[in-house]
């Protein structure tokens, strides 16, 4: 039979142990994933090109790029590189066969695409078909991503529990010497009648 002696000591050095396990894991894999981020410059972004995007417009409400709304890869850095307007001439008429200037335009980081000019021509302006490139994330850098945000998560979910975390160890250590005290004081001893180990 464990006598209380051995007991309280290995409550107290479970504990301490537990806890600086708990600690070098967290750094091991804060250190695991900070490398795993900085390894996202090593896999390069996709370019990619649309053509004859028609149905567009430029106007102040703006036209979102249909590839604007792709949840998968991250889309960004929209770049412009052709447009035309349908110019209603006798000549194609119907057709997208007005070149426009592309310092006319501007995409925003969300991929909506703006007039910056004051609206010269409504009618060309409403119905235009545009060429553009814009950049997305490989699977890979996506992933890496994804876990550096979970792990942000999840470190700011463990800081929320701290310090209830302390308190119980607290509490543990507490108890500890609360038992040390009383088996060293002969309370036990008096209440049992003898020597008594638990």
Known sequence: ?????????GI?????YGVGILIVTVITTLLLVSVLVDTEELVPSTINTVTNE????????????????NS?????DYAITKAWGIRETAVGQGKYNYSLNLGNF????????????ILWNT???????????????????LT??????????GIDEIARKVPTIFLLIALIILMSALVILIRN????ESFGGGGSSL
Do not use: F, H
Not at 12 to 16: C, G, K, M, R, V
């Open 1 to 9: 039979m464990l006598s209380l002696k051995s007991k309280k000591g």
């Open 12 to 16: 107290a050095t479970s504990t301490i």
């Open 54 to 69: 028609t149905g567009a417009w430029a106007n102040q409400t703006g036209y979102t790029l249909m590839y604007a709304d």
């Open 72 to 76: 998968t890869g991250d889309p960004r």
């Open 106 to 117: 501007t995409v925003n980081a969300d991929g909506v695409l703006r007039n910056t000019t």
């Open 123 to 141: 009618t060309i302006l409403a119905n235009m078909t545009v060429e553009y490139s814009y950049t997305t994330d490989q699977k890979e850098e």
């Open 144 to 153: 890496i991503k994804r876990l550096d945000s979970n792990m942000t998560d």
């Open 185 to 188: 004081s002969g309370i036990l």
